[in-house]
C-alpha cells in the first residue's frame, strides 16, 4: 500500500518569503505521478503542480516548483514569494495507474501566511 | 482542465434520511471520483465511478450505505443513506482528465446531520 506523509501540520511564512513543504511517501511502483493541491477556506480543492516519476527534471509552475527526490522518496512543494492568497491547506496526494488513478492524500499542512 | 458543479452545495439533514448529491461536468471524462474529507481531516476515496458499469468501492464503503449512479459520461450522482451524525463531512466528486493524469475537484457538498 502507498502511504503519504506530510509532517508538518501547520506552517507559516511572511509575505514574499519562501516556504517549503513537506511531503514523503511510499510505494514500490515504479511509474507514478504525485501532486500538490491547495485547498483555501472556500474548500475548493486546486491543483498546484504535479509530477511524473519518470521525469527527472522538477516540475515549476510560476511560483509554485517542487523538489523531486525519487530515491529518498521526498516531493517538497517550495512557495517563492508568497502572497496572502497563498494561505490555505496543502495536501500532497500520489497517483499510479496500477491503483485505479485514484488520489491518495497526506493529512495536509495548514500554511498561513501573514502580512 | 474540467469545469465541474455541484448540487446542492449544502445540506443539514435529519437522521435516517438520504441526500443524493449530484455532479456535472462541462465536457465527457471516463473517470469520476467520490472522496469524503471529514472535519479537520484529508480526503478519503470513497469509489471510482466508471460510466457502463457499476462503481468500484474502498474498503469500507459499502453500496448499500452509498450507492452511486453514472448514467452518462458528464454526470454522476451519490446518494448518502439513512445518514447519521458520523456521516457529516465534505463530499467531493472529481475528474480524471489531461495527459497527466490530473484530477480536478468540485467546490464539494457540505453535510451536516443531525
Known amino acids: 500500500a502507498q502511504t503519504v506523509t506530510q509532517s508538518q501540520p501547520e506552517m507559516s511564512v511572511q509575505e514574499a518569503e519562501t516556504v517549503t513543504l513537506s511531503c514523503t511517501y511510499d510505494t514500490s511502483e515504479n511509474n507514478y505521478y504525485l501532486f500538490w493541491y491547495k485547498q483555501p477556506p472556500s474548500r475548493q480543492m486546486i491543483l498546484v503542480i504535479r509530477?511524473?516519476?519518470?521525469?527527472?527534471q522538477n516540475a515549476t509552475e510560476n511560483r509554485f516548483s517542487v523538489n523531486f527526490q525519487k530515491a529518498a522518496k521526498s516531493f517538497s512543494l517550495k512557495i517563492s514569494d508568497s502572497q496572502l492568497g497563498d494561505t490555505a491547506m496543502y495536501f500532497c496526494a500520489f497517483m499510479t495507474t496500477n491503483s485505479g488513478y485514484a488520489l491518495n492524500f497526506g493529512k495536509g499542512t495548514s500554511l498561513l501566511v501573514t502580512p | 482542465s474540467a469545469v465541474i458543479s455541484q448540487k446542492p452545495s449544502r445540506d443539514i439533514c435529519q437522521r435516517g434520511t438520504s441526500l443524493t448529491i449530484q455532479c456535472q461536468v462541462d465536457?465527457?471524462?471516463?473517470?469520476m471520483f467520490w472522496y469524503r474529507q471529514q472535519p479537520g481531516q484529508s480526503l478519503t476515496l470513497i469509489a471510482t465511478?466508471?460510466?457502463?458499469?457499476?462503481?468500484?468501492?474502498e474498503s469500507g464503503f459499502v453500496i448499500d450505505k452509498f450507492p452511486i449512479s453514472r448514467p452518462n459520461l458528464t454526470f454522476s450522482t451519490l446518494t448518502v443513506s439513512n445518514m447519521s451524525p458520523e456521516d457529516s463531512s465534505i463530499y467531493l466528486c472529481?475528474?480524471?482528465?489531461?495527459?497527466?493524469?490530473?484530477?480536478?475537484f468540485g467546490p464539494g457538498t457540505r453535510l451536516t446531520v443531525t
Open positions: 472529481s475528474v480524471l482528465k489531461g495527459v497527466g493524469y490530473e484530477q480536478y
Open positions: 465511478a466508471n460510466q457502463g458499469s457499476e462503481a468500484t468501492y
Open positions: 509530477q511524473e516519476a519518470y521525469k527527472q
Open positions: 465536457s465527457q471524462v471516463t473517470m
